[in-house]
């Protein structure tokens, strides 16, 4: 069936990060021994463009049939080496793989131990490696059209973009209206425009676009398919010229979902200290917002003497389990607190921080104007606040004086951060997304791939990824649908060529691959009485080839004897 | 140095993270003493992060700390600022640089098995009489009297009041009598590491080999001491207010009087901040019939210390003249209440002299809540 | 110098999505462990064959540890499950053969979890260490 294995063996160095605790060389000279190898080299940098000509040049030269690198991560650089061994003339699935950075050079300091580790994984690389067949790549057509979860600012330019390259975009948006928090904002940072000049616009723009179709009050219901080929089922209302339409169920054919759920704004009451719901004078960032908005800054009718600002109020905590930063709230309480030194000049505005964390275009500039305007910045966490008469009182110790104050406001606004929404654990469920640490959805790679997921055309915009202020927001938007236009352009994407086949000669039709099988990809052939397994459908999870009783039906590239190649190397 | 005390305290079995700390002021402004004494617990930890520390035997503010905790309850980096305290008073007690009157209250624990001065074997002396069964005898519930309560003539009427509820609810109680030793709570806050070592290994198997499934203290103190540093095996730890809350929910507590007074409820630090037990007090007041339960402004998380625990009970603090307790009383007062309650043998002893210095006892009155059970009764 | 120590042989059958992502955070973030833990990387925890396991602790292995996504995040809806109904089997049979079943781990670790993969190698490696090496390859081999 298989050619005589003739493998080529290529070590990276990866600059240092592998070839400082892994001998590059001693494994390279050892590889040379194994059986079937014809090659090994090591080289600084394999995926560079140099280390992928080597080899395309040792392919063509020596006749080389299979490729071994032992590198980084599969999921980082295999489809980079497999593309290089096929410009060689090597069938792309005749490479193999050996994780000698992440599962060796970046967790063990021991040089000698890495060192005999990386061998061990090398070895059973090229023992697969010997093994393994060709295979052909195969692609699908794509369901041109993408489904935006969420109706705040991301979701609403997410689906603007994916609608002007010419395609259908669905927003799912759970609440009665499109906006999301930015509907709640007065003015912007930091150039203090008011969102009423630019969100009526952008709801407008959205609703009349011809490619967009809006649901209120809706929700996703299931996710089916794969990456070019979703269907996702929505509960909720249509809306159309004549309005909001009855509730009901909605199945849309798309190719790439786009989640933009947004965050939850952090309940204070979980802060008792700062008395939030027990003084009418205690109020977060967003009811101020309100206050700006309507000119109503009075406390019981009086114009506040003292207004405070306390930063920092559901971030940074890890008590609270908000490690995190949630990057706006110094920015909004430079505003707010500007603004109230506009609105009311005789009135005395003090922001406890922290850390003034004012980054991003104009913002040192904009607290510095905060400061001119008269507002007061003193350093210190605000501990504890409680009544005297009419007033409050915010205890805390300004850090810079070493000394624990009582200072007597008649306002309070707690900067209040972000925090993941009580429903990201169904949406994570529903699409299989991964979540962060902070509650989170998990992007694919913090730096190359900030707005993928784990789950092939699941693309990520906005605070549902991790807070952000709106700038931000909508360039994570419209990345997330330049991401996912690339599989709606191109019209194909790539399936795994990694499916279940069935021997008929050993097959005995008992159907229980058909039983196990959650995507009904195989089905009993009704004339031979055999399974035979539809390669659309199949998603290679091997769940049939472990049922099978007669090891009939198999994975491409996981059949067990390339497996239990592998299992005999690694424990000899 | 910092690597020193970070290790010290790692080593005294202590939580401190020094190196967590972003020096935000948290503690120090929730603090109690923080205004009215030198003490700066945010700076201390900044001194120890840059190897800074002064000589500490010149430190006499570190005596002020009353172990409330409130800086540990609120620190956003879980530094544990306490704990460098306690570390510190440590480093100071192998020096033998403490206050004398700490140095008598320890000697005293160390020799009669309390810090009062008195003699171990008058431990029981103020249950004669009164029908309570030695908890070798075997019994449902170990009632851990406390120092304070079986020495101190006020707190005497507490664990007499105490005893007359537990009977009147046909609780299966017995109590260690003269055996019972100090649990070391505050042994162990003003850093006698080694005393309270003893306390530990000795206390641990005498207090389980009763057998008892339960067992309740009197004060708040035992109660935090028992419940996470015993280790206890086999035995639920509660403190009496739980306990009563428990039986008047399964109707074994009834009461047949009335105590018509207007209630106020004091929440001991050990009990409320650091053991977050706030509802069961309560639910115990409002139980008793005709009682008008008012609260104060500053309660539950955000209630204002007694400055009694920490070793505060043997150490006057460098401020004298302004008392927290005296802030406290007139709070209590001003809500109207006649009676101030209270859950502690500690919070009794500075609220009720406070309520003296200040002139308020024609006002008000300080009570323990077993006494408006008892009275009730 | 005297007697070196014993070092266990771990064979890991990860599945792709989760627990081989978790193993590549743990690298990435650079959190150390024991290097006795050899890892196989498969598309899903429910391909995990018992014949896998059986093999590699017939051939020598230590110790087996299995990692799949969290209950409810498998990328093939139910593979984790799957893995799991098989495994408790595998391990009956094994116990009933006198055969030690504690040496097979079932672990779900998820792809944010690189920590959780360290532990639970460093964990593994530690209780192997404590239990010995493996007799089952010579028991096999008379």
């Known amino acids: 069936m298989a050619s005589r294995p003739r493998i080529g063996v290529y070590i990276c160095h990866c600059g240092t990060n592998i070839a400082a605790t892994v001998d590059v060389e001693a494994v390279t000279e050892f590889a040379k021994n194994l059986p079937g190898v014809v090659i090994a080299r090591h080289y600084t940098y394999m995926c560079s463009e140099p280390g992928q000509a080597l080899i395309k040049e040792d392919a063509r030269k020596l006749g080389l049939n299979r490729v071994v690198v032992a590198s980084c991560s599969p999921r980082m650089h295999e489809p980079t080496f497999r593309a290089a061994s096929q410009e060689g003339g090597v069938n792309p699935y005749q490479f193999e793989m050996a994780n000698i950075r992440e599962q060796c050079s970046w967790v063990h300091h021991d040089r000698d131990e890495a060192t005999a580790k990386a061998k061990a994984l090398v070895v059973a690389a090229v023992a697969k490696a010997a093994r393994l067949e060709p295979l052909e790549d195969r692609e699908v057509g794509v369901t041109p059209g993408a489904v935006v979860i969420g109706g705040g600012v991301a979701g609403m330019v997410a689906a603007l973009d994916v609608a002007e390259a010419g395609f259908p975009a669905y927003i799912v948006e759970k609440s009665d209206h499109l906006g999301g928090h930015v509907a709640d904002l007065n003015r912007t940072f930091p150039d203090l425009e008011p969102v009423a000049e630019w969100l009526p616009g952008l709801i407008e723009r959205v609703q009349s676009h011809p490619n967009i179709t809006v649901f209120l009050n809706a929700q996703v219901a299931r996710v089916e398919g794969y990456v070019g080929n979703f269907e996702v089922t929505v509960s909720g209302s249509k809306v159309s010229g004549s309005g909001l339409g009855e509730p009901g169920t909605h199945s849309l054919q798309v190719g790439a979902i786009i989640v933009a759920t947004g965050y939850k704004v952090f309940d204070p009451h979980r802060k008792p200290e700062f008395g939030y719901g027990l003084y009418p004078q205690v109020i977060t960032t967003l009811e101020m917002e309100r206050r700006l908005a309507e000119g109503d800054l009075a406390v019981d009718g009086k114009e506040p003497e003292h207004v405070v600002f306390i930063k920092c109020v559901g971030s940074r905590d890890k008590q609270l389990g908000n490690p995190y930063c949630s990057r706006v709230c110094c920015m909004i309480s430079a505003k707010q607190a500007q603004l109230v030194r506009q609105a009311l000049p005789d009135t005395r505005v003090t922001v406890f921080y922290i850390d003034v964390r004012t980054f991003g275009k104009r913002g040192e500039e904009f607290y510095d104007e905060a400061r001119r305007s008269g507002v007061r910045y003193r350093r210190g966490n605000v501990s504890e606040i409680y009544r005297r008469g009419d007033r409050v009182v915010v205890r805390v110790e300004d850090t810079f004086l070493r000394r624990t104050l009582e200072v007597e406001a008649d306002l309070v606004v707690l900067a209040v951060g972000m925090e993941a929404r009580q429903d990201t654990d169904e949406i994570a469920t529903l699409l299989k997304l991964p979540r962060s640490a902070d509650g989170f959805f998990l992007e694919a790679h913090p730096k190359l791939r900030p707005v993928d997921t784990a789950m092939d055309g699941v693309f990520l915009a906005g605070c549902c990824q991790g807070p952000k202020d709106i700038p931000d927001t909508i360039a994570q938007a419209r990345a997330a649908a330049a991401s996912a236009l690339i599989p709606l352009l191109r019209g194909t994407v790539p399936v795994i060529s990694e499916t279940a086949v069935v021997d008929p000669e050993l097959c005995a039709g008992c159907g229980m691959c058909v039983e196990v099988c959650p995507f009904g990809a195989p089905a009993l052939d009704p004339l031979w009485g055999v399974s035979r397994v539809n390669a659309v459908l199949c998603k290679g999870c091997g769940a049939c080839a472990v049922t099978c009783p007669s090891k009939a039906i198999q994975v491409r590239h996981f059949r067990p004897d390339q497996i239990l190649a592998q299992v005999d190397v690694l424990v000899e | 140095m910092q690597a020193d005390i970070q290790e010290l305290a790692k080593e005294l079995g202590l939580g401190l993270d020094l190196l967590g700390c972003i020096q935000c002021g948290k503690c120090t402004g929730g603090c109690p003493v923080s205004i009215t004494t030198a003490l700066n617990v945010r700076f201390l930890v900044y001194e120890a992060l840059v190897d800074a520390l002064p000589d500490l035997g010149g430190m006499e503010e570190l005596w002020d700390c009353t172990c409330c905790f409130t800086c540990v309850e609120r620190c956003p980096k879980d530094v544990r600022p306490a704990e460098l305290i306690i570390s510190l008073r440590s480093q100071l007690v192998e020096s033998g640089k403490i206050p004398g009157t700490i140095g008598d209250a320890l000697m005293s624990i160390f020799r009669q098995g309390n810090p009062l001065g008195f003699a171990r074997e008058d431990r029981a002396a103020w249950a004669e009489g009164l029908g309570i069964k030695s908890a070798r005898e075997g019994c449902e519930v170990l009632w851990f009297v406390g120092c304070v309560p079986s020495y101190d003539m006020r707190s005497q009427a507490v664990a007499k009041a105490a005893a007359k509820v537990f009977q009147a609810a046909g609780v299966d109680f017995g109590i260690l009598g003269t055996e019972e030793t100090c649990c070391g709570n505050e042994v162990r806050r003003v850093g006698e590491m080694g005393l309270f070592e003893m306390l530990v290994e000795e206390g641990k198997p005498l207090l389980e080999s009763v057998g008892a499934p339960t067992m309740v203290t009197t004060s708040p103190h035992c109660f935090n001491t028992f419940k996470h540093e015993y280790n206890l095996e086999g035995m639920e730890v509660l403190h009496y207010t739980q306990f009563l809350a428990r039986l008047i929910e399964e109707g074994k507590l009834t009461f047949s009087g009335k105590v018509e007074r207007v209630v106020t409820y004091h929440d001991p630090c050990f009990l409320g901040k650091q053991n977050h037990v706030f509802d069961e007090p309560r639910a115990v007041l409002q139980a008793i019939p005709g009682v008008k339960f008012v609260e104060m402004d500053r309660i539950r998380e955000r209630s204002l210390c007694c400055e009694g625990g920490g070793g505060r009970m043997w150490f006057e603090g460098t401020n004298t003249e302004e008392r927290l307790a005296f802030q406290r009383v007139h709070e209590a007062a001003e809500t109207g209440a006649e009676v101030l309650a209270v859950a502690c043998p500690f919070c009794m002893s500075m609220l009720e002299d406070a309520v003296k210095v200040q002139g308020l006892e024609d006002r008000l009155k300080v009570m323990d809540i077993l006494e408006l059970v008892a009275e009730a009764m | ?142």
């Open chain 3, 1 to 142: 110098m005297e007697t070196t120590e014993f070092e266990p042989k771990i064979v890991a059958f990860l599945c792709n999505w989760c627990t081989y992502t978790g193993a590549d955070l743990a690298g990435t973030s650079r959190i150390q462990y024991p290097p006795n833990v050899r890892i196989i990387r498969l598309m899903c925890s429910g391909s995990v064959d018992p014949t896998y396991v059986l093999k590699a602790l017939l051939d020598g292995a230590d110790g087996v540890l299995i990692g799949g996504c969290h209950p409810g995040d498998c990328h093939y809806q139910s593979g984790n499950y799957k893995a799991r109904r098989r495994i408790i089997a595998l391990k009956e049979i094994l116990k009933q053969a006198g055969m030690e079943e504690d040496r097979v781990w079932l672990r779900w670790i998820s792809a944010s979890e690189g920590q959780r993969f360290a532990d639970t190698v460093r964990k593994m490696t530690e209780f192997l260490k404590e239990k010995g090496p493996n007799p089952m390859k010579r028991e096999w081999a008379v």
